[in-house]
């Protein structure tokens, strides 16, 4: 039996001999004149192709936006380094412009107002490392100030507290400090005046005339080095000690707590014997009573 | 009860220092204060928290003489530390004396 021809049905074969170019031609078929005269739907691997070269084209697109972004930030900031003022007008003039691309806009603003910030946060600590009196009187002022918007009175406010903070801070370092030099000055003074201790001067000396004042600071630097080693040690060994303390007293916390956990069990096992002793004797006695009531009773209904 | 400072022009000199034309008083006395400064730091690195408590109450109400001797008493090693922090600061200026010289 011949096999019927089928009349020219759609075909998406490779083979497909009415589409010669097969797969590889697809984008030009699609643009080719014929195309408008092909009302066919695409097939699944035609459509998957589509879907493919359409992300592919998208991320082409973004990556491709994302490169040129990079590269206009980058010279913006190497403009913003190069020629401050020149980089501030450029940025006001891009926001304010008439320019039909409103992502340009906001982004030239919010990079001007970024830019104002800053130039403003420079120009207060400039101020303050000049004239450091004259500024907290500045943040006083526009603390106390009902004329300014309230922005500009919290800002005040939030900096004159860091800068009691630091004033607290810098008194303390400076109290502590004077309690140490004092520490040091008295045990100095008992040490010398007991002739204890010694700047090296008496035992050098030799060694600085015989070698001069190479030979002498060689001497010191020795000296120093053995030092540096004698308070490594020093602090080795009271870290040692440290450790040791903490060590046994862990043992000892851990130790009363198992006593206290044995202590604790033999309470509740005594508690439990005790409860199942009277419950035997409960027993015992509620059923000595019902004995006792049942007699009564016995001995009632008798008389 | 004996102030006289440690450091003095005389040793600087052993070691070659001049500091002609500076501020020479205020030099030393910024190394005798960081002397000082160090030697009370190691001191109170060794006491504990109820000690060192004590000690800070005694140095707002105690004399120069109580509170060095408290010192005496609780810090078994002052010897060694007070010597160690001359040693150590000395060995530092012997090392950094050619820079001195050279500041301005």
Do not use: C
Not at chain 1, 137 to 149: E, K, R, W
Not at chain 1, 239 to 265: D, F, L, P, V
Not at chain 1, 268 to 277: D, G, K, L, P, V
């Amino acid at each position: 039996m011949p096999v019927e021809t089928i009349g020219s049905a759609p075909s998406h074969s490779p083979e497909d001999t009415e589409n010669p170019g097969g797969i590889g031609t697809l984008n030009e078929m699609m643009d080719s004149p014929a195309e408008t005269r092909d009302n066919r739907h695409p097939s699944p691997t035609g459509h998957a192709l589509e879907r493919t070269a359409q992300f592919l084209q998208e991320r082409a697109d973004r990556l491709q936006k994302r490169a040129v972004n990079k590269a206009h930030e980058e010279a913006l900031n190497e403009y913003q380094s190069r020629d401050r003022e020149g980089y501030a007008d450029h940025m006001q003039a891009l926001s304010s412009a008439a320019n039909p691309n409103d992502e340009q806009r906001e982004y030239a603003t919010n990079r001007l107002v970024d830019e104002r910030d800053a130039a403003h946060t420079e120009a207060l600590k400039e101020y303050r490392e000049r004239d450091r009196d004259d500024y907290i009187d500045h943040l006083a002022q526009l603390a106390d100030n009902d004329n300014t918007n309230e922005a500009s009175r919290e800002f005040g406010q939030k900096e004159l507290n860091r800068e009691d903070r630091i004033e607290s801070r810098r008194e303390t370092r400076e109290k502590a400090g004077r309690a140490l030099r004092r520490f040091g000055r008295s045990a100095l003074d008992r040490l010398m005046n007991a002739g204890l201790i010694t700047a090296g001067m008496g035992i050098l000396a030799a060694e600085a005339t015989a070698g001069g004042v190479r030979s002498l600071r060689e001497a010191h630097a020795t000296r120093k080095s053995n030092a540096e080693a004698s308070k490594a040690a020093r602090k080795a060994s009271a870290e040692a000690e440290r450790e040791r303390k903490r060590t046994e007293a862990n043992a000892e916390r851990q130790n009363r707590a198992t006593a206290a956990a044995e202590r604790r069990n033999k309470r509740r096992t005594s508690w439990a014997a005790n409860r199942r002793r009277l419950g035997r004797f409960g027993r015992r006695t509620r059923a000595a009573g019902r004995a006792a009531k049942e007699a009564w009773k016995s001995f009632e209904d008798q008389i | 009860m004996n102030n006289q400072p440690l450091i003095t022009r005389e040793l600087l000199d052993q070691f070659g220092i001049s500091l002609e034309g500076r501020d020479e008083a205020s030099f030393i006395q910024h190394l005798n204060d960081t002397l000082e400064e160090r030697i009370g730091a190691e001191i109170t690195e060794s006491l504990d928290d109820e000690q060192l408590k004590t000690l800070l109450e005694l140095q707002e109400k105690g004399s120069d003489e109580e509170v060095g001797a408290w010192i005496d008493q609780n810090v078994p090693e002052l010897q060694q530390i007070t010597q160690d922090e001359i040693d150590i600061l000395l060995g530092e200026v012997a090392e950094n004396s050619d820079e001195i010289n050279e500041a301005e």
